[in-house]
């Protein structure tokens, strides 16, 4: 059954400063304030401790990280990533880390011809670990940290990703008409194939068993799924004139396109589902507004539209084996980042803020679409949304905001004093131990968070 959910009022429950202040000020200015006025004034030290847990209070309570770790030397460092019972981060120290995510202690560090920028890829156990450097070259290390093989590239900046044997990778920002994927056997380095691909700066068409990517076709582009082994084309399909986007798991290969008439002009959009065995179409939906983003897999299909105006857009959950439109409902104007679970959806997009810019608001819907709650928090907008343990966090910029994921309550909320960007990988360290690593983008550091409830 279809159905549609929408807002028509604004009326977002507001987890934010304001509350306190009634303006924008950060976390930081509003006690710094308090403890300024205290160096003014020790006669009334009692009832300004009063008020700064009054303000801490309000603003849902600070946290501070379980453990952190500051690489020596370094000024910045890459996204994390959680393999094996490591965080991986590159840094510009020229090295690749592996530190304990137990307690964050500095098991290995391997050097690299340059700085590293780019998330590490990794296999979910086992190794080797890879990691791209803006010297343009890759490199592999095992879990010790003893360097394996490493191989000359093509650009200083490159993203790669692995999926079984297959690691790939490519260029992000490439602009040319030569824009190029390699693949290579992870555990070797024995370079499998090296073919031109369209507009294909994101590797979510990866498995274990293809590599559905853009490949171009005369003036349009097909989706191709590749051969892990060679790169040779197992099927691929009919041409468009618009630049798709792919994404796939094991079940099925999800493309979503513009749909346009014979004048060019974009008259909606089609979301197909293909067998990752022999390409064959499993459904097609068509929807009346253009799609915005990437595709996101879970219980459902989930797709992002807007509207001509750009005015709030909408979420639409696609059923998987049917394509059938379970749902649809409303965000903010710019949804950022669908985070699904095994019983909910949670959506991290930006609404105006009243004094000016932008501010994050997530949703949380059920399954059937209802609405569970919306919460627009004070970080300034959604960088990532990521569920763990019992916490739902947005990470905005240079700040974190976690929330209850069955109430939209605020828990706890950090902003490092370095005021660095912020990077987020969970992993899970047991049947009941969900794990928060941040790394510090612009500071060089790696920390791991709670995940609990406050």
């Not at 602009?175 to 070797?188: K, L, Y």
């Not at 060679?230 to 493309?255: F, H, K, M, N």
């Not at 696609?318 to 409303?330: D, F, I, K, Y």
């Not at 004093?417 to 899970?428: C, P």
Request: include cysteine; charged fraction near 25%.
């Amino acid at each position: 059954m279809t159905g549609e959910r929408s807002d028509r009022s604004d009326g977002e429950t507001y987890a934010s400063r304001r509350e306190v202040l009634g303006s924008y000020a950060s976390r930081r200015e509003l006690l710094g304030s308090i403890a300024a006025a205290g160096s003014l004034s020790l006669a009334g030290c009692s009832s300004l401790s009063s008020l700064r847990e009054s303000v801490e209070k309000s603003l849902g309570g600070s946290v501070e990280p379980t453990w952190r770790y500051d690489i020596p030397n370094a000024s910045a460092a890459s996204p994390p990533v959680v393999a094996d019972g490591q965080v991986l981060v590159g840094a510009q120290d020229k090295a690749l880390h592996g530190i304990r995510a137990s307690d964050g202690t500095a098991e290995f560090r391997v050097e690299t011809g340059g700085p590293i920028e780019a998330r590490p890829a990794v296999p979910e156990r086992g190794g080797p670990y890879h990691v791209h450097s803006t010297d343009g070259d890759l490199y592999t290390v095992n879990p010790t940290g003893e360097r394996l093989w490493h191989r000359e590239g093509l650009d200083e900046r490159r993203t790669i990703a692995r999926a079984g044997s297959l690691l790939v990778d490519l260029d992000p920002y490439s602009r040319s008409d030569d824009e190029r994927v390699r693949g290579f056997d992870a555990e070797t380095g024995e370079k499998r194939f090296e073919r031109p691909v369209a507009n294909s700066y994101r590797t979510a068409g990866l498995t274990a068993d293809l590599f559905a990517v853009q490949v171009p076709a005369d003036l349009e582009t097909r989706v191709a799924a590749l051969s892990p082994s060679d790169g040779s084309v197992r099927w691929q399909t009919e041409a468009w004139s618009s630049y798709p986007t792919v994404v796939a798991e094991d079940e099925l290969v999800i493309v979503a396109r513009r749909a346009t008439d014979g004048y060019g002009s974009v008259t909606g959009s089609v979301v197909a589902a293909y067998e990752p065995d022999d390409g064959s179409v499993l459904w097609r939906a068509r929807l009346d507004k253009e799609i915005d983003g990437l595709p996101r897999l879970g219980p459902q299909v989930y797709v992002v539209v807007h509207n001509e105006d750009y005015s709030n857009e909408e979420v639409v959950a696609l059923n998987r084996q049917t394509g059938e439109v379970v749902w649809r409902a409303s965000a903010g104007y710019d949804v950022e980042s669908i985070e699904p679970t095994a019983d909910a959806v949670f959506v991290g997009s930006e609404v105006n803020d009243p004094d000016g810019g932008s501010l994050a608001r997530v949703d949380c819907f059920g399954l059937d679409g209802t609405r569970r709650w919306k919460v627009v928090t004070d970080a300034p907008t959604v960088d990532e949304l990521v569920a763990v343990g019992a916490v739902v966090v947005v990470s905005a910029e240079r700040e974190l905001v976690a929330v209850a994921p069955d109430s939209g309550e605020t828990r706890w909320r950090y902003e490092p004093e370095s005021h660095s960007r912020l990077a987020l990988a969970t992993a899970n360290r047991g049947a009941t131990d969900e794990s928060l690593y941040v790394s510090y983008v612009d500071a060089g550091a790696v920390a791991e968070f709670p995940t609990g409830g406050r």
